[in-house]
Nanobody, 118 residues
Framework: QVQLVESGGGLVQAGGSLRLSCAAS??????????MGWYRQAPGKQRELVAS???????NYADSVKGRFAISRDNAKNTVYLQMNSLKPDDTAVYYC??????????WGQGTQVTVST
C-alpha cells in the first residue's frame, strides 16, 4: 500500500505564491520511490501532469508552468514539494500528488484545491 497526504492548497490572488507538500508512507514504499509528481484537474478538463521529479533530482515540467513552478523532494522524508509562484487564474484546479515506486506501485493523494482569484 502507498498512502499520500497533501497539504498547502488554498485561495490566493493572481501573482501570489503557494507551496504544496506531499508525504508518502505505507508498506509499498519500503524499497524506495522512483518518480514523484504533481498533477492537476480543473473543472471540465482532464487531469494533466504539472511537474515530476526522479529520485536523483531530474525534473520535468508542463510548458504552462515552466519558470513559475519548482518541484523538489526530500528522499529521507519521502516528501515532494511544489513551489508555485506568479500564480494565474488558469492555475485554479485540484492538485494531486502521485508517486511510482521501484516495485511498480502507484499512489495518489486525495487532492488539494488551489484557487487563484483575479
Amino acid at each position: 500500500q502507498v498512502q499520500l497526504v497533501e497539504s498547502g492548497g488554498g485561495l490566493v490572488q493572481a501573482g501570489g505564491s503557494l507551496r504544496l507538500s506531499c508525504a508518502a508512507s505505507g508498506s509499498g514504499i519500503v524499497f524506495g520511490i522512483d518518480i514523484m509528481g504533481w498533477y492537476r484537474q480543473a473543472p471540465g478538463k482532464q487531469r494533466e501532469l504539472v511537474a515530476s521529479i526522479s529520485r536523483t533530482g531530474s525534473t520535468n515540467y508542463a510548458d504552462s508552468v515552466k519558470g513559475r513552478f519548482a518541484i523538489s523532494r526530500d528522499n529521507a522524508k519521502n516528501t515532494v514539494y511544489l513551489q508555485m509562484n506568479s500564480l494565474k487564474p488558469d492555475d485554479t484546479a485540484v492538485y494531486y500528488c502521485n508517486c511510482n515506486t521501484y516495485t511498480q506501485r502507484t499512489g495518489w493523494g486525495q487532492g488539494t484545491q488551489v484557487t487563484v482569484s483575479t
